[in-house]
């Protein structure tokens, strides 16, 4: 059964960057779509991004396209999120989580978790200062 880990999350002050690291158990061997969600206290999850199977297509919430990029390292079974010029909206509990089942796996949406069958138990991203 597919393992995530996420990683990299922590205090940051305004301004400042983070790069999470989403760690899964085999990727390489299963088509895949990929994304990351987040909670904030008191607010409804939300899809942040997400990025296909040969990592060619990904989408972005509006709330941080220019600011976050997402990528995935095959070989070492990995997805990133680079966030940088981070906001105090920003802070939340960032989740990985993965398609086995992608409709199409060239493509992906965030826009919602449905699909997404496998998660991480999330890595907490405060931005404070």
């Known amino acids: 059964q597919l393992q995530l880990v996420e990683s990299g999350g922590g205090l940051v002050q305004p301004g400042g960057s983070l790069r999470l690291s989403c760690a899964a158990s085999?990727?390489?061997?299963?088509?895949?779509?990929v994304g990351w969600f987040r909670q904030a206290p008191g607010k409804d999850p939300e899809g942040v991004s997400c990025?296909?199977?040969?990592?060619?297509?990904?989408e972005y919430a509006d709330s941080v396209k220019g600011r976050f990029t997402i990528a995935r390292n095959g070989a070492k079974n990995t997805v990133y999120l680079q966030m940088n010029s981070l906001k105090p909206e920003d802070t939340g509990v960032y989740y990985c989580?993965?398609?086995?089942?992608?409709?199409?796996?060239?493509?992906?949406?965030?826009?919602?978790?449905?699909?997404?069958?496998?998660w991480g138990r999330g890595t907490q991203v405060t931005v404070s200062s």
């Open positions: 085999e990727f390489t061997s299963d088509y895949y779509v």
């Open positions: 989580a993965a398609d086995s089942r992608p409709i199409d796996p060239y493509v992906c949406s965030a826009s919602t978790d449905q699909g997404y069958d496998y």
């Open positions: 990025i296909s199977v040969n990592g060619d297509s990904t």
